[in-house]
């Protein structure tokens, strides 16, 4: 709840203080905790008068998240997923991914960040993991007015990288400076969704990071993949996975999206199939006129790479842009190239990232596959 609709701030009270939310005329409405230092003042975690924010609520949540995920999936101790997703597991400003036996969280509030104990030692005694990362990013902290922090639960630390299974893959994240909890856990399913439409496929895969959808579909067929990032470590790390995996017909580039697609463009290469799922171009709704712009740029280049018959696959991870404004920048993409798009599937994340139907913005990413005419 932002500061703008409280009629008292709270101010004068502490990060993490447990607070009642009343109407104009006294009446309950919810329960709490106050950050004063953040424009997101209140995080409201009870509407229940009965149920206090304490210890044993978060406990609850905690079991109820993890609990959530074995709807679909029996626990495997040697795979990856994500346990708790802030918002949608009524846990607002917590994200916890699991790799085998290590946990990977990160604290985006700092009212919730008074609470650390009590959650990390519930979450090891819920999950037996052992070993936990536990993070709070330079740009959280700035927002939440405390400090960022980097650090091993209890001082224990795994030996080296964390080695874990994923869409018949052995791979291995570095907890401490990967891509906040670790990796993209949210497209593992499209992953292997949209490898099985490229079998026996010439790919491009854009944006790849450290392998992503790449690594997948050359694992499960794909003829030849070339992969570009703008990180050399992260490509470094795709490398080595195909390495470890005994996968070839891959090449991994170094160089901005844009202007490598444009290369490839005046060279007249021709792709049967192009993947992109760049980085989220828009952070506040302020920036989706140009996000859109940017996701318009970036598909009409890779259209212009498509043999006609040719797949795209295309992502965007910027909650801000709706899905419908997504599907609408295509529909003009086509118009302007006169090319027609035929939809396959139109994808979200993996089941254990959960959508909150009262929290729009958990519904984030879009996964679109389509066929190039």
């Given at each position: ?21 009343l109407d104009h005329d006294g009446n309950w409405i919810a329960r709490g905790v106050i950050n004063p230092n953040s424009r997101l003042r209140v995080r ?7 149920i206090a924010v304490d210890d044993e609520l978060w406990q609850k949540r905690l079991r109820e998240a993890i609990d959530r995920r074995r709807l679909l ?301």
């Open positions: 709840m932002h500061a703008h609709a409280l009629a008292d701030t709270g101010d004068h009270l502490e990060a993490g203080q447990v607070i009642e939310l409201l975690y009870s509407f229940d008068a009965s999936e029996p626990f495997d101790p040697e795979t990856a997923e994500r346990l708790v997703f802030s918002e949608s597991d009524l846990l607002s400003g917590l994200i916890v991914d699991r790799y085998a036996n290590c946990l990977g969280v990160q604290f985006t509030s700092g009212a919730l960040w008074r609470w650390q104990e009590s959650i990390l030692s519930q979450l090891k005694s819920l999950t037996g993991c052992e070993y936990i990362m536990v993070r709070v990013d330079e740009k959280t902290a700035k927002h939440e007015g405390i400090e960022s922090a980097e650090f091993w639960y209890q001082d224990r630390s795994p030996e080296g990288r964390v080695s874990y299974q994923q869409n018949g893959l052995q791979l291995s994240v570095d907890l401490r400076s990967g891509q906040k909890t670790g990796s993209y856990l949210d497209q593992r399913l499209n992953h292997l969704v949209v490898a099985e439409y490229l079998k026996g496929l010439k790919v491009l895969d854009v944006c790849c990071y450290t392998g992503g959808f790449g690594l997948v579909a050359a694992k499960h067929g794909a003829k030849q993949v070339q992969s570009i990032d703008s990180s050399r470590s992260a490509l470094e790390e795709g490398q080595n996975a195909a390495n470890r995996n005994g996968i070839n017909g891959m090449e991994f580039i170094e160089g901005d999206c844009f202007d490598t697609l444009k290369s490839l463009v005046d060279a007249g290469e021709q792709y049967e199939a192009v993947i992109l799922d760049p980085p989220r171009f828009a952070g506040s709704r302020h920036q989706i006129d140009r996000a859109l712009r940017a996701y318009a740029k970036l598909n009409s280049l890779a259209i212009d790479l498509l043999k006609p018959g040719g797949l795209l696959a295309t992502c965007s991870c910027s909650g801000r842009v709706s899905r419908s404004d997504f599907l609408n920048m295509l529909m003009d993409v086509a118009k302007r190239k006169r090319r027609d798009l035929i939809l396959l599937e139109n994808r979200g994340p993996s089941p254990d990232h959960p959508v909150s139907i009262s929290c729009p913005e958990s519904d984030y990413l879009k996964c679109v596959i389509l066929q190039v005419g």
